[in-house]
């Protein structure tokens, strides 16, 4: 079963970066679109962008376009989630998630294995 696990989560000043991993052990994940998702106290989970295994493509929603990036490693070990211009507004628990028929999709629901989620949190 795939197992995914997230890390690079911590504390930065507003303005900051970081950059989060996902890895699975034992599992390449180049057969996988992986999804990134955020959950803040008292709000749903939602999307902040995916990238697509057939050809790379990436995915991004409105709120963080321009300041999030999703990549992968060339071993197929490791999706990266480059968060640049860091807000407040993006605290928030963060996951990744991978779905195995590659659709390419911002939904949730498309998902069907995720991590436990690593802790953001943007100071003011």
């Known amino acids: 079963q795939l197992q995914l696990v997230e890390s690079g989560g911590g504390l930065v000043q507003s303005g900051g970066s970081l950059r989060l991993s996902c890895t699975a052990s034992?599992?390449?994940?180049?057969?996988?679109?992986i999804g990134w998702f955020r959950q803040a106290p008292w709000k749903g989970r939602e999307a902040v962008g995916c990238?697509?295994?057939?050809?790379?493509?990436?995915y991004y929603p409105d709120s963080v376009k321009g300041r999030f990036t999703v990549s992968r490693d060339n071993a197929g070990k490791t999706v990266y989630l480059q968060m640049n211009s860091l807000k407040p507004e993006d605290t928030a628990v963060y996951y990744c998630?991978?779905?195995?028929?590659?659709?390419?999709?911002?939904?949730?629901?498309?998902?069907?294995?995720w991590g436990r989620g690593t802790q953001v949190t943007v100071s003011s």
């Open positions: 998630a991978a779905d195995s028929h590659d659709l390419g999709s911002l939904s949730l629901e498309t998902y069907n294995y």
């Open positions: 034992g599992f390449s994940l180049d057969y996988y679109t």
């Open positions: 990238i697509s295994s057939r050809d790379g493509s990436t």
